[in-house]
């Protein structure tokens, strides 16, 4: 465990570190853009990056040049808040705009200007001057380019005000106008920044790369197991995956940026990796893919790959998002295989797949905007995850094949001490199998004899000299012979439990008719008893339950009110719901029972006291039955009692 938790603070520093280093924004909070105007004449650049955020200038459906600003303000003029897409204004995601934006700054102070990713054509115009160009904007699909890059370019005013116009057009991608912020700062500082992420982005990438290739080569050259080529694959695209991410490296040293091909790379390369992350879980944790699951399987990757090549851009980009539910399907499947608790390794392998899966989607919707590289961070714990638990696997056989050389005799000795346990457990068995026949004899036994007194007492007419006695002595055998048919009956469900064949089959059930054919079926019985009976219920509410097993409880728990409950006092049920279950109370004003003898009344066979089981017929096996049933039927059932006072008991179900 020491090792474990050693590996693990590595992995989770490794990843703090990069989130840190190459993923979280460096941005400081500076002045915010009001009505098109920024200043930052009193603004301290000395260690500080600031986004042009705030209120910019907004044309939609509009391309402005600097010099119809010169003549005077266009129409279709409103503000909008950056970073963000014009969607946010009501507009639709395909079209075309112009951003203006005023920037208040020293005089003849050098600046640089981070141009990040703009959806999904641009131009910027600085002062007048043509500053920035990616793809070509234009007012249909036809007349525009797709061209996403990003640069560092060089700022500067004589009189300090830097106007910038900025044309933006969208046809093919899913993104629109300026969803990144634009940066400015110093020029050492900005630099400084941009090249350190840059470069830590590079190193990771390139440990990654380092990874694949290294499991390329165990590969090829020693241990042919598809798990490693599988991995080494996810490690290859992921290199390539993340190389195009957004403000990645491909960006900015790809002068012509990411262009239609290269965006359909981009989500080709996306969809083939996350199909080969479910290939190594799958083949890592040896699940078994049915056929009909294998189609599905294929199914949710080949449909995006074949929407990449014909669909829009922006329907094959939500159409990946199917790639999603067959990470869900394996990790369902992988927790069912019971095989990640037993090690500490895949749990970890399991916690970085769910970090994957919510986080991936997450920063690439949501937090896209706020994070400088978004997917770096969960691929790296993913990659790192399977690179232990490979490693661990590798060692492990390596260490068992060299436990089992060094270890024979030891391991001879422990197949005979669990031979002789296995012994001692067949011994114990068989000894509890002698004393639940002896059980069984004793409390057939028991109703057995007085059925065969009464029986035989009416065969005297000496004795049963009246019909008053007769009737007397018939009821009594009646009566024995009802407690006998029941101990038949508890004996063929404790059975059938014990050997696993009882079928449960769950159904919703109106809490009205339960409590309705309850009162039918008992309040006669508990009436001729000389006992009042109360059934209530919740009208509107239903219970999921097994309705013919639950006939078996509420029979053993009313049949053991009336023994212990004497003439004139009260059963009653009840069922109402207690948050989200259902809560079935039955409840007497009897005996009760001895607190020492609460925490064994469910225990198969089990007697308050002998005398008291042999006077009423009791065989101790009606509340283990009611547990066990109640139990299979995702209940729970509990028990509050004092003697003099009665028993209550409290059954528990799922309720809507």
Not at 61 to 82: C, K, S, V
Not at 204 to 215: D, P
Not at 250 to 269: A, M
Not at 305 to 319: D, H, K, N, Q, R
Request: hydrophobic fraction near 45%; glycine fraction near 8%.
């Amino acid at each position: 465990m020491k090792r474990f938790l050693a590996v693990f603070l590595l992995i989770f520093s490794l990843c703090l570190a990069l989130f840190f280093t190459s993923s979280k924004s460096f941005v400081s909070r500076g002045p915010a853009a009001g009505e098109g105007v920024l200043d930052y004449r009193e603004t301290d650049f000395t260690s500080s990056v600031y986004a042009l955020s705030g209120q910019w200038e907004f044309y939609y459906g509009r391309l402005y040049t600097p010099e119809d600003f010169r003549q005077g303000i266009p129409e279709g003029m409103e503000y909008i808040d950056l970073p963000g897409p014009w969607t946010q204004k009501g507009y639709p995601g395909l079209g075309y705009a112009t951003y203006r934006l005023k920037i208040l700054t020293e005089p003849g102070q050098p600046y640089l200007l981070y141009i990040p990713e703009i959806m999904s054509s641009s131009v910027i115009w600085l002062n007048g001057e043509d500053f920035y160009r990616a793809g070509r904007v234009g007012t249909s699909d036809v007349e525009t380019v797709t061209g996403v890059r990003n640069e560092l370019l060089t700022a500067v005013s004589a009189d300090g005000v830097l106007e910038l116009v900025v044309q933006s057009a969208n046809y093919r991608m899913n993104g629109s106008g300026i969803f990144y912020p634009l940066l400015i700062g110093r020029d050492t500082v900005l630099i400084h920044h941009i090249l350190w992420q840059r470069t830590v982005l590079a190193a990771a990438l390139g440990g990654i790369l380092l990874i694949g290739v290294y499991h390329l080569f165990l590969y090829f050259f020693r241990r042919r197991e598809l798990l490693y080529l599988t991995f080494s694959l996810i490690c290859l695209t992921a290199v390539m995956r993340l190389g195009m991410e957004s403000n990645a490296l491909v960006q900015y040293f790809l002068r012509g940026g990411i262009g239609f091909v290269l965006s359909r790379v981009f989500l080709l390369l996306f969809t083939t990796h996350s199909m080969f992350i479910c290939l190594f879980m799958i083949q890592a944790l040896s699940i078994r893919l049915g056929r009909r699951l294998r189609l599905f399987y294929v199914f949710c990757f080949a449909v995006p790959m074949a929407g990449i090549c014909i669909l829009p851009y922006a329907t094959a980009v939500a159409g990946m998002f199917l790639v999603m539910i067959p990470f869900g399907v394996s990790i369902v499947l992988a927790v069912r295989t019971k095989k990640i608790g037993r090690d500490p390794y895949r749990l970890l392998y399991l916690c970085s797949m769910v970090t994957f899966v919510f986080y991936g989607p997450l920063s690439k919707t949501v937090l896209e905007g706020d994070l400088f590289v978004p997917g770096i961070v969960p691929n790296m714990f993913l990659i790192l995850s399977q690179c232990v638990m490979l490693s661990r696997s590798y060692a492990q056989a390596h260490e068992e094949v060299e436990r089992v050389n060094a270890n024979l005799e030891g391991l001879v000795e422990q197949r005979t001490a669990q031979l002789n346990s296995a012994n001692e457990q067949l011994a114990a068995s068989q000894a509890a199998l002698r004393e639940m026949i002896s059980n069984i004899s004793h409390d057939l036994k028991t109703p057995l004899t007085v059925l065969n007194n009464y029986l035989e007492l009416l065969g005297d007419e000496t004795i049963a000299s009246s019909e008053q006695e007769r009737t007397e002595y018939l009821g009594i055998a009646y009566n024995k012979n009802l407690d006998l048919q029941r101990l038949i009956h508890n004996l063929f469900e404790v059975t059938r439990m014990e050997g696993g064949t009882t079928v449960y089959h769950l159904e919703w059930v109106s809490a009205y008719s339960l409590m309705a054919e309850a009162g039918r079926k008992y309040g006669d019985l508990v009436c001729d008893k000389g006992l009042s009976f109360h059934a209530e219920s919740n009208d509107t509410l239903e219970l999921k339950i097994d309705k013919n097993k639950i006939w078996s409880v509420l029979d053993n728990l009313i049949y053991n009110a009336l023994r212990y409950t004497p003439e004139g006092q009260r059963i009653s049920l009840s069922l109402f719901r207690n948050g989200d279950r259902a809560e079935l109370t039955v409840a007497d004003t009897g005996e009760g029972i001895g607190a020492e003898h609460l925490p064994h009344i469910f225990e198969r066979f089990y007697k308050v006291s002998a005398e008291r089981g042999e006077k009423d017929g009791s065989s101790g096996l009606g509340l283990y039955i009611v547990k066990t049933t109640v139990e299979a039927m995702d209940g729970t059932v509990s028990v509050v009692s004092e003697p003099g006072k009665g028993t209550t008991f409290t059954l528990t179900f799922p309720a809507r």
